[in-house]
């Protein structure tokens, strides 16, 4: 999805898409979420999102979501790092984004499962294919737990030219990833996570363009960014998870070390508390904060006749140095009191409804604020 300048990357800290869905033994899960979002840019987005995981079999369970997006733009009054059509640029500019993930998870017995997964989004001008694949694996008495995934997309990057025409150009994303979780004792889990990405194709946005000035002494032109065609990303992370069952809470941190050959290097830092406010509501406090260095060919300003030419040039904050902080607040009711005296009301037994607000903001004057809305059944 390409949404609003740095839109995306604060999205996707929020609510990546998993390779599968979180199935519970034993039950059926039906989902519902919703979330608004909005920043200092004038951009915005609603989504409402559906999720079912259903067992159809003894160890088959049929994985669904579906997802529905609004995007909205505003006008754009100068050269900007702004990702939509230059037509109709003095007006807002709005589009729909639909998405289906199908898929099937298969338990091998009680301590291996495997899944397939098969997403798919479009929008006005952007459709992206994806196949997953997944084995997990349970050792050492269920202590330990090793994750294997593949990834591979397929997408169909578009431009809408000023006279409604539509282009388009292609990028392959390559994912692979390791995950070992390890039980330390039986209030203490580690989470150790491994991944690998590469990229190739178009990996610039055909709408963003970049002020170039042929001399030091001349006026910009405006031109088309131009990314390298390649890139390989890899990043680890440990994760640490602790149940207090003294004080009723539960306290997780995290670091993750990400580095590519475009020369980024980033640090993610992440503590979350956990804690129960009274019987079946949870209050919840989310800081995560990032830092990152620039790309190598990017530059406050490019002066030069070779950056009109073929020499690699952008607009992307996300290939400038900076930092940022995203701090989240969420209420969860867990519904299983409503259902506890009531027989039509069972199915609330291993249900919660989930309220959460994040703030982010970074070095680069960009703020945003996310309201989500969910409702999890277990049917």
Do not use: C
């Not at 070779?306 to 020499?311: I, L, R, S």
Request: no cysteine; glycine share 6%; proline share 3%.
């Amino acid at each position: 999805m390409k949404y609003p300048r740095l839109t995306i990357d604060v999205l996707a800290t929020m609510f990546l898409v998993p390779a599968s869905f979180g199935w519970a033994q034993g039950s059926d899960q039906l989902g519902f979420t919703t979330y608004y979002f909005t920043d200092s840019g004038e951009n915005s987005v609603v989504t409402t999102s559906f999720n079912l995981a259903k067992k159809i079999l003894e160890q088959t369970v049929l994985l669904v979501d579906i997802e529905l997006d609004n995007v909205t733009a505003p006008a754009v009054t100068a050269v900007t790092g702004a990702t939509r059509p230059q037509r109709n640029i003095n007006k807002p500019f709005e589009k729909n984004r639909g998405q289906v993930i199908l898929g099937v998870e298969q338990g091998l017995g009680p301590y291996s499962s495997m899944a397939a997964n098969f997403y798919r989004s479009q929008e006005v001008d952007y459709t992206s294919n994806s196949v997953i694949g997944t084995f997990t694996q349970e050792l050492f008495d269920k202590n330990t737990t090793l994750t294997f995934r593949g990834q591979y997309n397929a997408d169909e990057v578009g431009k809408i030219t000023a006279t409604g025409d539509l282009l388009t150009q292609k990028k392959n994303v390559y994912t692979g990833a390791v995950v070992l979780t390890q039980l330390l004792s039986a209030n203490t889990v580690l989470d150790v996570f491994g991944d690998f990405t590469y990229l190739s194709g178009f990996l610039s946005d055909p709408y963003r363009q970049v002020a170039v000035y042929p001399r030091s002494d001349s006026a910009f032109i405006k031109i088309d960014e131009l990314h390298p065609s390649k890139r390989y990303r890899t990043a680890g992370t440990a994760k640490i998870s602790q149940m207090l069952p003294s004080v009723k809470a539960s306290i997780m941190g995290s670091y993750r070390f990400y580095f590519d050959d475009w020369k980024v290097r980033s640090s993610t830092i992440e503590v979350r508390l956990n804690k129960y406010i009274v019987n079946d509501l949870i209050f919840g406090v989310d800081f995560r904060y990032y830092t990152q260095s620039a790309a190598r060919f990017y530059q406050d300003r490019y002066i030069g006749a070779q950056y009109v030419g073929t020499d690699y040039r952008t607009s992307d904050y996300k290939l400038k140095k900076f930092n940022s902080n995203n701090f989240g607040l969420s209420l969860t009711w867990l519904l299983r009191g409503l259902g506890k005296n009531n027989p039509d009301l069972e199915f609330l037994q291993n249900s919660s409804f989930e309220i959460m607000y994040f703030r982010y903001f970074n070095t680069l004057d960009f703020t945003a604020d996310i309201l989500q809305a969910g409702l999890k059944f277990s049917i």
